[in-house]
């Protein structure tokens, strides 16, 4: 099937399945229609693999940022002027090597996490199936249109339109305190993204008249807007590509999360149910990297340099700051939440180094804690539908009832911790040598501490499983049934993934990305040491 | 139909096709007097005159005013060689069709009221007097956006407002109504009097009652200095700013609301602000269009901005403590009403009219989307507290499973009032700080720091729309009845919150588009620098006025 077609039925397939939900009597088939659409959204994606086919031995990146993109839909959507040939907001969609391995991991997530909502009769929350499904599919299109846009205003539409669905899935469907929870979420998500409504508007404005554009691509290469951007002033004498940083930063660091705006995201998690927390943890984290990733760095090369410091700090803190938060938790939901803002903080430092190491081991990252932490949280929600608590200390001895579920989740702990042979291990190394070898001044100590983390993340996860998995068989836990079909083969492909990107980096996620990451450092540093020595040693390209 | 009957009665005479629509209206109120005299009062038959008139007015400016006259811009009810006293351009056009348009919705959404209410159209004490104040205000506002001369304004202004404090008093019975009323006379009347102190100042600096004549003036060499003129319109704003419930002067505004029978709420908190920011904006554009600057014009500007900053912060944290539905959406309003007064802060743009016409455009695109937005949220809180005797949030609790036809559209609303895409709400505040930016890059750099206030305004208000909305869809309060609701209530707040979601989806740019060409041709705002008024052409040739230098 042609790509255009293909990546337009991705976007909006799932609204059909969504309206379809609402159409369709009875929970089962409302149940079938959503796993049949989300089913199908995935083998459609799946199908994108042949264009970007490295094995084949093709260029599949092109020569620079932005010109071989694949399945481009390009269409004038709002005219912003009344003369012809004025600019125009564009129906703008396709994708590239940053943005397919985030397609993929939200086709599989989606479908794995709706999935996991099979059993929502089970949830003793008599709230309807119809709407549950209804925005679990809005959700996709939202997810997969943000990261198909290559409109900046079409990216916002798409952002924002998020955030209905997820307010009232965490809201209605959540635990005892969710509606705190979803407000909260929403707030913060909301306070970020009106900031990047402003940089949306200014980045058109500040703009050469004739050079004035929505086109994220054209933005980044342009050189008359580069010009423009650097070195237009805004608001009494602020550098305008610095100010906007900022906002856009504020606006992907609420979402990714990191320090200090990261208190919604356990809240968020421990209240939503367990498939909207994958989602969360999989999807929704991963698009503050992607924001940076596609708008921040390419557009604002200049004012990424001048942030990179505060950036590198931020992600240490992060690091640090959420392994030590999750070894306080009792609550393994709450663990497993800080976890994610522990092992998001890698992704922010390795950007924030803009080397090709850097950013390969950042977005290596991304993809690997998109399968290691839905894992995780699925594997909470496998115990918590059995025993109805979280807490970690009246657990025991669940791996001598529940093998083979047992057996699944320490592999998945494992991924997470970052073992050699599983993903985890890959992205944090990537970026602990990217750092390490950065330079500039203090790039050696940050490694360090950042290093610190990997053995506080063991510290946390080691004494999780010796509490919940290892230790006596439990009187109470003694009738619990081991892992249903359906949740083994919820849990196989995570399990397969962590092993495949572990023990093949290369062949499974390197070489369909980092020709365009690669296209992106050189943006930010044109002429300058884009091929380090790093890349080669790699073997990115 | 309309038409058939009313086409003999149209005049030849420009001037009094162009006054037309009011003389209609006032025809109307003389009708609702005299026809009760015959028929013995009945409220329904008072409503159906009254709604004959809206429809025979919109009926009458479009097909009198709209294409010959304002199409071109006419300027008139002026004696010779005087400015003009009335103008008709599409601004003034599109004003009289939005208040009379929404002057028959407000009509439609009074007889949804359940038999057993105090107002209620079968209830023996409402009479013809509610249907007269209404549409007096309605007249008072269709003059208010449709002239430049100061003293007209007055007029207009008060003719918009002595009805009001009337109506907001309609149900003698309520003495929270009566408390409204009395508070909305008090405040009317200090500003009132502020502004007419301010128009002595300006007449006393410029010798004139026209403010392009005053424009022309002002940036003319022989231009009065001092203080004078910069206090003498910061007072006849003062005037205005209470119209549209500007901080510091918007005190009147919740308690007000709160007292006044919902459709009187409804009305004045669309139509009133929409008047009020017609008239400013006519008057910034006139002002900023004279060819040049005066000293005082970017304290004028500046404080017109700065008040919107302030309106819309004040009224978006006010809003976050209150818990009766009808204050939260008071404050909503007052927050609303800021946003849009941020356009009138593009100023000093000299001549260049693109860059002038983005801001009326954006109010014009968000009023449209305003009235929308308000009609379903008011609407349904109005069938609510029909029905439960409440507009305390809490009477929203479960409304999702209670009334799902009015939950879902009052969620589109507050979801479109938050400024969400893909509604409405999000068209036009991307419309207006499209257009902040727009005057920014042009010329004035400051507009940038009301792009950001703004934004970060939007933030603020998802607290209290999402508390009604968490009410409606996330409470679970099992015990509490369905609330039945009238048919037609039913179908005019889903036709509203369907209209939202066009706005915002398919008809984003089309917005534009109208808006845009509603505010291509403002009468009062070409006018050039005093010497260019030498050749009269005919009818945009009043237009040019800064001829006349003797004081009259």
């Known amino acids: ?541 | 139909m309309i038409l058939a009957v009313l086409e003999p009665w149209i005049p030849a005479g420009d001037d009094l096709r162009m006054f037309l629509p009011e003389l209609a209206l006032v025809g109307t109120i003389v009708a609702i007097l005299i026809v009760p005299l015959a028929t013995g009062r009945s409220a329904r038959t008072s409503a159906g005159i009254a709604l004959l008139g809206a429809l025979a007015t919109i009926t009458l400016t479009v097909r009198t005013v709209a294409g010959p006259l304002a199409g071109a811009g006419y300027a008139g009810m002026s004696p010779a060689g005087e400015p003009p006293m009335l103008l008709a351009d599409n601004f003034s056009v599109f004003f009289k069709l939005f208040l009379m348009g929404f002057l028959a919705l407000i009509i439609g959404l009074w007889t949804l009221r359940p038999p057993s209410d105090r107002l209620s159209p079968e209830h023996a004490g409402v009479g013809p007097e509610f249907f007269v104040l209404l549409v007096t205000s309605a007249l008072g506002m269709s003059l208010m956006t449709g002239t430049l001369n100061l003293l007209v304004m007055v007029i207009a202004i008060e003719t918009a407002s002595l009805p009001s404090y009337a109506i907001v008093g309609s149900d003698k019975r309520s003495r929270v109504g009566a408390e409204a009323s009395l508070k909305y006379v008090l405040f009317g009347a200090a500003t009132s009097s502020i502004m007419v102190y301010g128009l002595s100042l300006v007449y006393g600096a410029f010798g004139s009652l026209d403010i392009p004549t005053i424009a022309a003036k002002a940036v003319s060499s022989a231009a009065p200095g001092g203080w004078v003129p910069a206090v003498g319109f910061f007072a006849v704003l003062v005037g205005i700013a209470f119209k549209i419930s500007a901080v510091p002067f918007h005190f009147w505004c919740p308690d007000v609301f709160e007292g006044a029978p919902i459709e009187v709420t409804t009305w004045l908190s669309v139509a009133s602000k929409a008047a009020g920011l017609g008239l400013l904006l006519r008057i910034v554009y006139a002002l900023s269009s004279a060819g040049g600057t005066a000293p005082w014009m970017a304290p004028v500007a500046y404080g017109i901005g700065g008040v919107a900053a302030l309106t819309c912060t004040v009224g978006n944290l006010a809003a976050l403590r209150q818990d009766a539905v009808k204050r939260i959406l008071a404050y909503s309003s007052i927050a609303h009403a800021g946003y849009m007064m941020m356009a009138a802060a593009i100023f000093m743009q000299g001549g260049e009219a693109e860059y002038r016409n983005v801001g009326l455009a954006a109010v014009i695109a968000y009023l449209i989307v305003y009235l929308l937005m308000n009609l379903g949220a008011f609407g349904v809180t109005a069938m609510v507290s029909w029905r439960t005797g409440t507009d305390h949030i809490s009477a929203f609790a479960g409304l999702g499973r209670r009334a799902p036809w009015l939950a879902l559209p009052m969620a589109v609303c507050l979801f479109s009032l938050i400024g969400l895409p893909p509604l409405g709400g999000f068209a036009a505040k991307y419309w207006l700080l499209f257009a902040l930016g727009k005057a920014a890059v042009a010329a004035q750099p400051w507009l940038w720091s009301l792009v950001v206030v703004a934004a970060i305004n939007t933030a603020i208000s998802l607290y209290y729309y999402v508390r009604i909305i968490r009410q409606m869809y996330i409470h679970e309060d099992a015990r509490q009845p369905a609330v039945p609701a009238p048919l037609g209530g039913v179908i005019l707040v889903n036709a509203a919150a369907l209209a939202l979601l066009l706005f915002g989806t398919v008809y984003f740019g089309r917005l534009n588009d109208y808006s845009t060409r509603y505010a291509s041709n403002l009468v009062g705002a070409q006018a050039t620098v005093p010497s260019a008024a030498a050749g009269p052409a005919p009818g945009v040739a009043a237009v040019t006025l800064g001829s006349s230098d003797a004081p009259r």
């Open chain 1, 1 to 541: 099937m042609d790509a255009k077609l293909l990546i337009n039925l991705l976007i909006f397939l799932p609204t059909v399945g969504a309206v379809a939900c609402l159409i369709v009597p009875g929970a089962r088939l409302v149940k079938t229609v959503a796993v049949a659409t989300s089913g199908l959204v995935l083998l459609l994606s799946l199908m994108l693999f042949q264009n970007f086919a490295w094995w084949s031995g093709g260029d599949i990146f092109g020569p620079s940022y932005g010109e071989k993109l694949v399945g481009v839909t390009q269409i004038d959507w709002i005219s912003l002027g009344s003369e012809p040939g004025a600019p125009a907001i564009q129906y703008f969609v396709g994708i590239d090597g940053l943005s397919f391995p985030l397609v993929i991991l939200t086709t599989l997530v989606s479908f794995l996490a709706c999935l996991a909502s099979w059993n929502i009769e089970e949830w003793k929350n008599n709230r309807g199936i119809k709407g549950y499904f209804a925005l679990f599919l809005l959700l996709e299109t939202g997810m997969i249109g943000v990261f198909c846009a290559l409109d900046f205003f079409l990216f916002y539409i798409f952002w924002e339109v998020m955030l209905l669905p997820m307010y009232f899935l965490i809201g209605v469907w959540g635990g005892p305190r969710k509606e705190y929870a979803a407000i909260k979420f929403f707030i913060y998500t909301l306070a970020g993204s009106v900031l990047m409504l402003v940089a949306l508007v200014a980045f058109y404005f500040f703009a050469p008249a004739g050079h004035r554009t929505f086109d994220l691509v054209r933005m980044a290469t342009d050189g008359a807007i580069q010009e423009a951007f650097a070195s237009a002033t805004f608001l009494g004498g602020l550098k305008f590509a610095h100010v906007m940083f900022v906002f856009l930063y504020i606006a992907f660091a609420v979402k990714v999360p990191v320090f200090p705006f990261h208190t919604w995201l356990p809240d968020a998690h421990v209240e939503a149910p367990t498939p909207i927390s994958m989602i969360l943890a999989g999807i929704l984290l991963k698009m503050g990297a992607y924001g940076l990733f596609r708008i921040s760095y390419p557009i604002l090369p200049e004012a990424g340099q001048w942030a990179a410091y505060s950036l590198a700090l931020l992600g240490v803190v992060n690091i640090i700051y959420g392994a030590l938060c999750a070894m306080a938790q009792t609550d393994f939901k709450r663990l497993v939440a800080y976890s994610s803002i522990s092992h998001m903080g890698y992704v922010l430092l390795g950007m924030a180094i803009m080397t090709p190491a850097g950013f390969q081991g950042a977005m290596f990252q991304v993809i690997a804690h998109g399968i290691s932490s839905p894992m995780c949280f699925f594997l909470v929600g496998v115990i918590y539908d059995r025993a109805h608590h979280r807490e970690i200390n009246r657990f025991g001895g669940l791996w001598l009832t529940m093998p083979i579920y047992g057996s699944l989740a320490t592999l998945g702990f494992f991924a997470s911790l970052g073992l050699p042979g599983l993903c985890g291990f890959i992205g944090e190394f990537w970026v602990l040598i990217a750092t390490f070898s950065a330079p500039f001044t203090w790039a050696k100590p940050m490694a360090i501490a950042a290093a610190t983390g990997v053995v506080l993340t063991a510290g946390y996860i080691l004494w999780m499983i010796q509490r919940v998995y290892l230790g006596k068989r439990r009187e109470e836990y003694e009738h619990f049934p081991e892992a249903t079909g359906r949740e083994v083969f919820i849990l196989t492909p995570f399990a397969v993934l962590a092993l495949a990107l572990g023990i093949l980096p290369q062949h499974t996620l390197f070489n369909f990305m980092n020709g365009t990451l690669n296209q992106i450092v050189s943006l930010i540093q044109p002429g300058g040491p884009a091929a380090t020595a790093l890349s080669g040693a790699f073997g990115g390209g």
